[in-house]
């Protein structure tokens, strides 16, 4: 709701959601009942996509992975079963994520920006690949994007080790794209206890042509007015 939103207010028409790690499919399935919920109340309408393995967690690579929590072969997933349960606007993507997430990322663009995404792939190697997805040229993401981080809860994760570790090294290695727990969430939410609001991040994309001085978004229509995407323009032009 909240990604739809800054979608209204920055004049986008159309979002992709990101799930890395489906497993059975449970979250995949809650994205896109909730998905077709906001398209009701906003207009902004989803194209969902889930990456995963297809075949269970990968072998941890060391310590960093948290082999006291998870183990290869983990939620193993019924791939056809889950497919056939999918709505149109749901893709589900099957392979090592740093193979699968190359071309997913060449087919995503202004006209259906990344506006959320869910990290739930457990050790600290796959998180580092998922986060990978938020590199691609600053066009393909909303300026801000709310990101539900799972496994920054796990009492054996800190910042040396697990998705913690993932995210810190995200942020050191890119000076234009940090992420952060969204500000001021609890003290903006009803419900203060809720366990899932110390799971939400934000991804700033600093390099974002809306955050950058003297840069706008512009509706891109055919001449019968139908809107077809966004470009960017200086102030000037
Ligand atoms: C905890 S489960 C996901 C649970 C799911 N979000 C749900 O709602 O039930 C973690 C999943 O991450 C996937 N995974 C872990 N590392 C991966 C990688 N490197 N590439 C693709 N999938 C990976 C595993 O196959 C596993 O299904």
Known sequence: MRAADL?????YKRLTLLEFGVAAGAGLLNICRIAAEVTKVTGIEFRVVGFDTGTGMPEPIDYRDLPEAYAAGDFPMDADRLRASLPPNCELILGPITETLPEFLSTVDASAPIGFASVDVDYYSSAKDSLAAFT??????????PIYLDDIGDIT??????????????????????????NMLRSRRICKNAKWIEHIYGLHVHDHALRTPGRQLRARRTADNEFIGV?????AA
């Open 7 to 11: 979608a209204k207010e920055w004049g």
């Open 136 to 145: 691609g040229d600053p066009e393909k993401y909303l300026p801000l994007v």
């Open 157 to 182: 994760v800190n910042p040396w080790v697990g998705e913690w570790l993932a995210v810190n090294e995200f942020n050191a290695e890119n000076p234009m794209r940090k992420m952060a727990p969204w």
């Open 231 to 235: 470009s960017f323009e200086t102030e």
